[in-house]
């Protein structure tokens, strides 16, 4: 029997730590050991969220009163620009997956033109491995620090890169319109997440300026071999959780062969689903589990095609991908804590 | 005082026949005298619409048991291709203001390829006036038969019709993609309407193949003076009402000077919005009302912008239009019976 | 033609304030002259609510600012403790309809019980008029000072007040089960209201604990004429708007005899609709508008019933009876400014 | 290592047969060998629900053609009375498991007195077993059939149960307002289940007729020793999965005994949550996940207490039920496939 790794959360108190926990605690091989939320320091976890009720988790430190020095890995699930202050206080030998913004974007030049700060820690910036599991599993399996990707250019990567990588599609003009659920946004207690702010509509928000953008252009750049820059226009849904990405893409190719060429890439990928010919991908194939539902139409403008790709934002486009990422750096099996099948209704 | 029109209402138990209902019950100047729902002919209004307790409403009945020579106008809120056949047989001075797909295309080869059936009332159609409000307006006024948009291609062409004339947009690669709350699909009871399978989720349906397309294109083609084939990516909201349309478009111009544009094309309209600079549309600025908010950004990509236009689809884009068109007809003032404010939230 | 009276806002910027622009912007005889908002003085309600484009509304300004010499009456949708601080400071010919709790309960010392501090305005206090639009027309006519009932106050109370003072049930024993939109919380900025934590379930919240209590308590010991202790549950729905009273009650009556009694109170209210036998209320007949639903139900348990009220908690329950009650100090017609038909879907 | 048991489910298209595939997908002995769905026999269940692609399912199949002789044991999801027939004509020695209500009311007249028709399979009611797991472990060890109890029933027997057996409640008075998500209603494709009759409102339905009102009866009964007739009235709360009962008892105790009643009465209860004191039970505490949440609370009437359980209506309500309820017939862990943690949000 496998012996368990010692496992720690940063940020609990928010939905991706919070999510991370849930997917941890039916791990075979980790176990929590350590829980930190600043402001919620001295309370349970099932004082925060009673759907953690029975399980026995430990109680809720701040960051700077842990010994890390029993813990294997650490899952950092702060909000961006503060991640960078505290991961950079870690020992150098603790394994660390970031699901924040802060290690994502290679460039500090970039990160400080798209988040207004320069960066505070440079140098893990460039130690730092982009944690999208089915395609940078190599890099991740040695990785030190892993920059799980947002949760937007998960679900648009996912579905880019090998088109574009086998010069499928253009990279010159690509219209990424985006659906998220209202968690997506975060835990943050502003108006513009209330219930009655978000319920019953929906709108665009951050338009031509979201910060998944440079994050999406960096990686079609690598493997498009030249500068990306993308429409990408995020909408809000009024839902929890999911994620659709309706990518309209000019290309010599038709549906059919996008669709092979995803099979063929996905091949053995356990997240991954091309959906059967005609299957519209919804949020809810995929909801509360890691897995991504892909698939490709063609549209009725010459040379150009349409794809889709559906995910949980919380899951495979955060706290999902990272206990995904986990599992590549210990050598478990990748579905390893994943397995839950989605949940619809 | 001007002495109230009569008005009929066929198709009354569905959304938009309901709503219509709605709007009327507070016109000054018409007075709903017959109201039709085949099946639940002899029932009243209020026993399938609680919500119109109280108000006097003739009994529901069959359209030929109804005595039309005291009718001024109907409005026919039946489904696609039921419309036709009723409508053809309603007496030849009787004003018609038609809330169907059944008289928008203007091409019966166009309506066959798109419904898969020949028209069954083609001298309908050539006398059909397509009903958009702020478009056409003139034919509008001394119309007898007025086919109301549909609900995407109102939004849609409010925005592109003004933008194609002032030559500021490209029609050769439009993007549309769209949003719409479930009422849009009518009070249809078929499984993909139900809350389990529309709560909680978003995804595209209709992909290439929604019937909105040929008329948006039609429109279009007019104003452009080509043909006009566009992307029209119809998506579901797990919300009521609401139609929000993201419209991504080559353009040499730049927001400002294509918010220039669309203020001068509707400096009188009373019912379209531009809104502030940066202000994103959202269907919670015009729930339950006749309004329509358009808006235009810069894109990224260069020679792009971004455009969006919210509106109610039970109201802007069905009932509250015809209700606007019968306004036209008769004389009235445009917001008769149409001056409530957004419901929000 | 009467000659419309000037009418201010106070609390503009919060969800009941917003309502009251929302329904006297279509009132015939009342013209909003002042808005105020205190963080948001200097702005335009378009601003925070872009539903308002296109309204020529004053600008937002601090409630010291204004000169209220010539305004008719202030309507003041002020959060509960502020409101009293503020109003005292108004001029005393100023007619006031004040929507928080801070003048409902006629007794200080009870306010100070329940709401944790000595009321502030004792004066203003015994000078004021409970504004149960239908039960107080009278005193409301002649008021000064009008303090709105609470949203489920004014639901249970509409259902309740005729029954007892019918003796056709018992105070004895009263089961209120109450469920609410979450606009009944008000825009707060709290983690309860956010989406995520508010939608997709439902949970009762301040058990045995609320402050709506004392004030039903309060009414119907009036007509009672004995002391009167209730259950009184709300619970947290997922919706924007709309409450419903669930009551569970002792009675020698029948549901018809009760139905009877009921229509027999409410034969001239305008807003009162008694739902034919069978029909069960539901808060999507009265979304939007003025309205009450009511029904009553012969229970299973011998010797009891069950009563359902169903409102709009953010218009019967708080603007809307404000704006009733406007017309009634003023003269206007009852339904002056409310004549909207429920929005339903 | 275990042996796998084989596995079928009947009715495997509606949306209790869909969570039971959810759950048994995952456990560690069971192995889904049958899949059946009348009219959708001959396709595969990711066809109908795309959310199981990827899994090995076997084709769903008539009841009629199936060779039952390798199969261990059932799961049936059928609709009320469909379940009888269906289940009359299986094996002797399958073991059966019924999420219907057809084998749940052990008298036959009572059944023919709430479901309008004589049970057609009288023979087999007698032998079934109420299966609520925590209180009648011992039978559904040996039984044959199990008829899992309905949704409200579980919530409500979970809470009073051991109350009224303690004699810490009263059952001649016992309010029982319930809320369920709109999928306690099941896959029906009717009017009232569409997203726009049921988002954005909420109603009673059933009042004082709904059929779980006999079952709870029935086994308070049992254990009261007495006639038992209770107020029971349903809501349908705009939300997919969830049920919450909210009961309203006479007690001479207090909420910490009962509390503490309750805690001994499931002190190894791996599914019961007794909440911290105070917690307010909420449907997003249990979501998608096998657990109830229990708590209870002092009333201001004297002599009363407030008790509130949540659970999911699709799982601990019947799916996840039926299979902690195979884990006892069969010896495995009574957690087995039934470890994930609640969705929240």
Not at 136 to 145: T, V
Not at 157 to 169: D, E, N, Q, R, S
Not at 264 to 279: K, M, P, Q, R, V
């Amino acid at each position: 029997m496998t012996k368990k790794i010692k496992v720690g959360v940063i940020g609990a108190s928010g939905y991706t730590g919070a999510d991370a926990v849930r997917l941890l605690a039916g791990h075979p091989y980790a176990e929590i050991v350590v829980l930190c939320a600043h402001t919620h320091a001295g309370q349970n976890m099932e004082d925060i969220f009673p759907q953690f009720t029975g399980l026995a988790l430990p109680p809720l430190q701040k960051v700077e009163d842990v010994d890390w020095s029993k813990i294997d890995v650490v899952l950092c699930g702060l909000p961006h620009a503060t991640a960078q202050d505290v991961i950079c206080t870690l020992p150098d030998d603790l394994k660390i997956i970031d699901m924040s913004a802060d290690f994502r974007l290679r460039n500090a030049d970039t990160y400080a033109q798209w988040y207004g700060r320069a960066h505070t820690a440079p140098a893990l910036l460039s130690q730092a491995v982009y944690g999208l599991s089915e395609h940078y599993g190599d890099e991740i399996k040695s990785a030190r620090l892993v920059a799980c990707p947002g949760c937007y250019p998960t679900a648009v990567l996912l579905l880019l890169l090998p088109l574009v990588k086998a010069g499928l599609i253009d990279v010159d003009d690509l219209i990424i319109d985006a659906k998220s659920g209202v968690s997506g946004t975060g835990r943050n207690v502003k108006e513009s997440n209330l219930f009655c702010e978000t319920a019953e509509g929906t709108q665009a928000y951050s338009v031509a300026a979201h910060r998944h953008a440079p994050e999406i252009e960096q990686e079609l750049a690598r493997v498009a071999g030249c500068d990306v820059v993308v429409n990408f226009t995020p909408h809000l849904i009024p839902m929890n959780r999911g994620e659709l990405v309706s990518i309209y893409a000019k290309s010599k190719s038709r549906a059919a062969d996008i669709r092979a060429a995803l099979a063929s890439a996905y091949g053995d990928a356990a997240f991954i689903h091309i959906g059967a010919t005609g299957l519209v991908p919804s949020t809810r194939h995929v909801r509360g589990s890691n897995y991504a539902m892909l698939n490709a139409f063609d549209d009725r403008i010459d040379g150009r095609v349409i794809l889709f790709a559906a995910i949980d934002n919380l899951v495979k486009g955060s706290s999902g991908q990272a206990v995904q990422n986990m599992n590549l750096m210990f050598g478990f099996g990748e579905t390893c804590g994943l397995e839950q099948q989605p949940l619809a209704p």
